[in-house]
């Protein structure tokens, strides 16, 4: 069964915005830390931000900070990522992920999805 499933991504121009999606059919969003990551061609997978349980609580990676926002509604057991001023740099696959606690490293999350495509040009 599926468990975290993302949606959202596509191609925008520099200073547009996109908002993700990130469903989690399979599990109790509600009871677990929802973050979202990304990976470029050729680079790391990279921590971008994640929320708290009940949403009270974030925290960003710096070059995303005021510029994009992570929100939850546990209701629709969905966490979402509205991306504004978006960057060339800001291209690469963004995945979501469900976890116990708090982090910023990848290992400290149990389920992932597939990724989304984001793609911005200059």
């Known amino acids: 069964q599926v468990q975290v499933v993302e949606s959202g991504g596509g191609s925008v121009q520099a200073g547009g915005s996109l908002r993700l999606s990130c469903a989690g059919p399979g599990i109790s969003f509600g009871n677990y830390f929802v973050g979202w990551f990304r990976q470029a061609p050729g680079k790391e997978r990279e921590f971008v931000a994640w929320i708290s349980f009940g949403g009270v609580y974030t925290n960003y990676a710096a070059a995303v900070k005021g510029r994009f926002t992570i929100s939850r509604d546990n209701a629709k057991n969905t966490v979402y990522l509205q991306m504004n001023s978006l960057r060339p740099e800001d291209t690469a696959v963004y995945y979501c992920?469900?976890?116990?606690?708090?982090?910023?490293?990848?290992?400290?999350?149990?389920?992932w999805g597939q990724g989304t495509q984001v793609t911005v040009s200059s």
């Open positions: 992920a469900a976890g116990p606690r708090a982090s910023t490293s990848l290992n400290q999350y149990d389920y």
